[in-house]
């Protein structure tokens, strides 16, 4: 094959984005679309002149496709591509995988059983700064880890939420901020600092008129003793989203795009128990890192998966690394729930327990007319 021939599942919201940026792949060629919206399905169809279907059987009985993305609200995801690569087709998913680590298991199991290609859209990991980020901690320039840090303030408006009735409901999302606008952050932040072994959250609705939370917070235990915290938030707008790692041999932040390294000229282990003087302190510089420019967005992530099924190439965002900002963001809601700290691995059953309390106490959500189904205006800037 010269190119992988792909089909977008869900073309309502970002799926018409991904549609758009296969102009930019010359690895991969839209042949199919799908969407539940018989209006939505037909006019981007003809617009860009490939077969259109309202349902995804029919596009994966078509045989018109080798792979998909499916860009569908995140709980009904699962089924969907479990259904696709049990029929032999290659999957990227949108953010996050599911709403919920059980099912997002079973999307990982199938993959490895069926042996097809699964990455998930985690589009920020290529971007320049955090690979660089990325290759310092890799490196083992900071040493042991002994504090990570996230904030990310993730703003939306009561117009958002009201603009389809599926958005910020335990039925419709499953989740929040942490759920919807925080996985990108939430897996950047699991990449660089690590995953936590225990988790003590909190997660509110403050501001917004919704089911789910519009705030999470948490404090965050390592496996090798270090401490975390986290906090995200539709409620606040930016600047000021940041990652710190701080290691026993330098520091890491990573503030708005930009990356700042500090090394460290003594680990702090060592010199905290070597030093003599009272008021002594480690000396630390700042090193100058050289950021390639260089571009990157969803197509990237697209490009990179053509080619690892053309060619093998290594994938930039395998499906399995969907789990570990999703068990996090549902063990900020369990803690929060139950009130006490949860150990990671999260126990499945206990998620599930809760998630469907929560659906019995909401009714489903009914229609808005008219949804608004676009994509986000900042898609690919």
């Known amino acids: 094959m010269d190119f992988v021939r792909f089909g977008v599942i ?51 009985a078509s045989r018109l496709c080798d792979a998909v993305i ?37 999307m ?26 990325l290759e310092i901690v890799r490196s083992g320039a900071l040493g042991k ?17 009201n603009s389809a009735g599926w958005r910020a409901t335990w039925h419709g999302e499953g989740g929040g901020v942490m759920m919807n606008q925080a996985p990108h952050i939430l897996d950047l932040f699991v990449q660089l600092g690590g995953k936590p072994s225990m988790v003590m959250g909190r997660a509110e609705t403050r501001l917004h008129k919704i089911e789910v939370e519009d705030i999470g917070e948490a404090l965050l235990t390592y496996p090798g003793g270090g401490s975390g915290a986290l906090y995200t938030s539709t409620n606040e707008i930016g600047p000021g989203q940041m ?32 030093n003599t003087e009272m008021w002594g302190m480690p000396k630390q510089e700042e090193v100058k890192l050289e950021i390639p420019q260089q571009e990157s967005g969803h197509h990237l992530i697209v490009r990179n998966f053509a080619r690892h099924i053309l060619h093998g190439e290594p994938l930039l965002s395998p499906g399995a690394d969907g789990l570990a900002p999703l068990e996090l963001a549902n063990a900020v809601w369990l803690s929060s729930h139950l ?4 150990k990671l691995p999260l126990s499945r059953k206990a998620y599930d327990d809760f998630l469907a309390a929560k659906r019995r106490k909401f009714k489903p959500p009914q229609a808005k007319a008219p949804a608004q189904r676009t994509t986000d205006p900042r898609f690919g800037k």
């Open 339 to 342: 009130k006490k700290a949860v």
């Open 243 to 274: 990652i710190e790692v701080f290691g026993d041999k330098g520091k890491l932040v990573y503030r708005d795009g930009t990356l700042r390294f500090f090394r460290y000229e003594v680990p702090i282990s060592e010199f905290t128990h070597k």
């Open 70 to 106: 499916i860009a569908t609200p995140h709980p009904v995801r699962p089924p969907i591509a479990i259904a696709c690569m049990k029929a032999g087709l290659h999957v990227i998913s949108e953010k996050p995988l599911s709403e919920r680590v059980s099912t997002a298991d079973k």
């Open 145 to 161: 880890v002994h504090r990570a840090t996230l904030i990310s303030p993730e703003y939306r408006s009561q117009a958002y939420y």
């Open 10 to 60: 869900g073309t309502g919201g970002m799926g018409s984005g991904h549609c758009r940026n296969f102009r930019k792949i010359e690895e991969a060629r839209l042949t199919a679309i799908c969407d539940i919206d018989p209006a939505t399905a037909q006019k981007l169809g003809t617009d860009l002149g490939v077969p259109h279907f309202l349902h995804y059987e029919e596009l994966i």
């Open 108 to 133: 990982i199991q199938t993959a490895r059983k069926t042996k097809v290609a699964f990455a998930v859209m985690f589009q920020r990991r290529t971007e320049p700064a955090f690979i660089k980020a």
